[in-house]
């Protein structure tokens, strides 16, 4: 695969064979050694909560014990 400039762009064209569907966003994420890694972009489910009026349960497994020192800010 190789670059290419589209108006104020970099463009990298992503073969048909990985199988990506249009219309999806993707995060990238540029490592130390200049690699890119591309991440599906997910719905931000704490947005969706507060829009639909909605609350997080935290379910299993989520620690119950109390603070004991530095979690607490004064």
């Known amino acids: 695969m190789k670059t290419r400039r589209q108006g104020n762009a970099i463009v990298l ?3 048909a064979k990985f199988g990506i569907a249009e219309n ?3 995060i990238a994420v540029k ?17 969706a ?17 109390p603070p004991v020192g530095k979690e607490l800010f004064q």
């Open 49 to 65: 909560a507060l829009e639909n009026n909605e609350l997080i349960e935290v379910g299993d497994g989520f620690p119950e014990d």
């Open 24 to 26: 999806v966003e993707y």
């Open 31 to 47: 490592g130390d050694d200049e690699s890119i890694t591309f991440i599906k972009k997910r719905p931000n489910l704490f947005k």
């Open 13 to 15: 064209t992503i073969p």
